[in-house]
């Protein structure tokens, strides 16, 4: 079986970013938007009234990130890659003020990842790899690794097909499809 560099996304592919931060600005400012409203990358647009600091303003607290949870599957089904022999790069566009609090966290919630698997990088195609698993799109443009597109309502009104992207629907379909490629 072949082995394959796959390099993984973090924030809303193998960790719940998205409901912690809305859940946070939504108390704080006495809101209710949900996920599912949030249609575009920019989730500045999901809160016309604030300004784009305080949209931002909870990224930048150590707390919120050790309060992030994983997606649903990401810890079993990245384990079982691992167990299968393939290499798990994290690739992830952080501040860093926060990478730390972050990487903390990630290895908690994935205690079969070493830090040297968690890597800071806004340029994702900059980095070696076969696959590309993330759900921002732009992430994908472009890179020279296969890619797979994290089904998130931030995506959702983009055409995968126009880009040579495959869309990915659950951490068991993503398992599933390395598995036959390697087959
Ligand atoms: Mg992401």
Known sequence: MKKLTILCDADDTIQELTVHWLAELNRKYNYNVKKEDVTSWDITKAYPELTPDEVLEPLYSNEFWSKTTPIDGSSYYLEKLVKD???????????????????????????????????????????????????????????????????????????????????????????????????
């Open 85 to 183: 022999g393939h290499r798990i790069l994290i690739v992830t566009a952080s501040n860093p003020e926060t990478f730390g609090a972050k990487t903390k966290k990630l290895m908690e919630m994935f205690p079969f990842l070493s830090k040297e698997q968690i890597i800071r990088e806004d340029n994702k195609q900059r980095i070696m790899g076969d696959i590309l698993i993330d759900d921002g799109v732009h992430n994908l443009i472009g890179g020279r690794y296969k890619k797979f597109l994290f089904n998130q309502p931030n995506n959702s009104k983009f055409n995968e097909q126009e880009y040579d992207i495959t869309r990915v629907y659950s951490w068991k379909d993503i398992y599933e499809r390395i598995s036959n490629l390697v087959a």
